[in-house]
């Protein structure tokens, strides 16, 4: 019999902004229904992050306050998140946990709230927040619908996750969302992101599979209900572009 898959949730009381714990639900779901097994472990500010023993990441977004009380804790691992990036680590990164990803988040005062530095990306304060509805195209996973609403402008040099077609998307001027290295994906949309987004769930999903070693039968879903919720937010908001 396989194991279960260890999906890791960091920092659910301080990074869950707009319902990020809904990513986690939508991927229990998809295993359950597919008869995979998994258990969700929940880090808490101050507890160690075992990375080694996780085969997906997710850290959602939040308010600044709550970055800068999770930023120093991140960073006493920083090597441990390197390792686990270049080992293949599946990580999903939302807003504010995908700001932390990178150099530095500055905030409104001016102040650098030192990050990870796992990707090669640094966050602009601004005093104008980036808000609303946002509809990306993917390379890699198609149409993604959700919700943006962030201070920080960032800039990156890696692969976007995709292209901005409504919405702000990474600093609302160069027409880019999100970041895709390794296994780790970041993204500004909230939403949560993942139970309308049935494509983008399954390939993290099998991404972490495919790092725990788990072979299973992954079949398709009925996703007709996720679908529709899917194409009635793309098509309002290309619209409203
Ligand atoms: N505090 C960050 C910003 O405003 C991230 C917010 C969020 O996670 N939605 O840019």
């Known amino acids: 019999m396989s194991r279960a898959l260890i999906i890791a949730h960091l920092y659910p009381d301080l990074l869950n902004l707009y319902a990020d714990r809904g990513n986690i639900q939508t991927l229990l779901q ?28 997710l850290l959602g977004g939040g308010s600044d306050r709550e970055q800068k009380l999770v930023a120093e804790s991140l960073r006493q691992q920083k090597e441990d998140w390197h390792h686990a990036m270049q080992a293949g680590l599946p990580i999903l990164a939302v807003c504010g946990g995908y700001q932390l990803l ?87 949309i909230h939403g949560p992101l993942l139970p309308k987004n049935p494509k983008l769930a399954d390939l993290l999903l099998l991404s972490a599979l495919e790092y725990a070693n788990m072979t299973v039968d992954f079949y398709d879903l009925d996703d007709e209900l996720e679908w529709s919720a899917h194409h009635s937010e793309w098509s309002r908001w290309t619209k409203v572009k």
């Open 30 to 57: 998809r295993l359950r229904w597919r008869g995979i097994e998994a258990r969700v472990v929940s880090v808490k500010k101050g507890e160690p992050v075992r990375l080694h023993e996780y085969d997906f990441v």
């Open 102 to 188: 990178g150099s530095y988040y500055e905030l409104a005062n001016s102040e650098k709230v030192a990050g990870l530095e796992l990707l090669e990306m640094t966050t602009q304060a601004s005093n104008q927040r980036l808000i609303g509805n946002i509809a990306i195209e993917s390379e890699w996973c198609g149409t993604v619908v959700g919700f943006e609403n962030h201070a920080g402008r960032t800039v990156h040099h890696h692969t976007p996750l995709g292209k901005v077609v409504a919405g702000h998307g990474n600093n609302g001027r160069d027409g880019w969302e999100g970041v895709q290295h390794h296994h780790v994906i970041g993204t500004y």
